[in-house]
């Protein structure tokens, strides 16, 4: 009789043991396409991802760099001073959006151009990501608010 109770224990055990590496599995596999990463210029044109990947820039909008072409078709210029890399966006840009000012744009990098999905802008003059103001720390370009 106690076997009998032993080996049912077992068999439930195992049966949940599997149960949580399928579910785990099976969460694994839905986010995969839900995770972005997020890289600085200096990365993307040191290690160029493949086309097919989507993750983030950011950076700030190199000065005199926005050309707005046809319809709401906007090209420019993202910086962390180290390395500049070029993005096309179509869309409606926020209102922030601004030349030397933190952005942050989701998209894949397609023949050497960023092409965005999604583009955030800071949403005060004091506000920026902090994977841009990192990315700004490393190369030596960020100065704090207020500093000249």
């Given amino acids: 009789m106690k076997s009998l109770k032993k080996k049912r224990r077992i068999q439930v055990i195992a049966l949940a043991s599997v149960a949580l590496v399928v579910s785990t599995g099976l969460i694994g596999y839905a ?73 942050v744009g989701t998209g894949s990098y397609v023949n050497g151009v960023f092409q965005a999905s999604e583009i955030l802008a800071k949403h005060d003059e004091t506000y920026m990501p902090k994977e841009v103001v990192d990315a700004l720390k490393e190369q030596g370009v960020y100065k704090e608010p207020g500093e000249s």
């Fill in 31 to 103: 986010m995969r396409d839900g995770i972005n990463f997020f890289r600085s210029p200096s990365q993307v044109m040191a290690e160029p991802p493949q086309p097919s990947e989507v993750f983030r820039i950011g950076g700030l909008v190199e000065e005199g760099s926005i050309i707005r072409g046809q319809g709401e078709t906007v090209q420019f210029v993202v910086t962390d001073g180290g390395a500049s890399v070029p993005v096309s966006y179509t869309g409606v840009l926020p209102d922030l959006f601004a030349e030397n000012q933190g952005m």
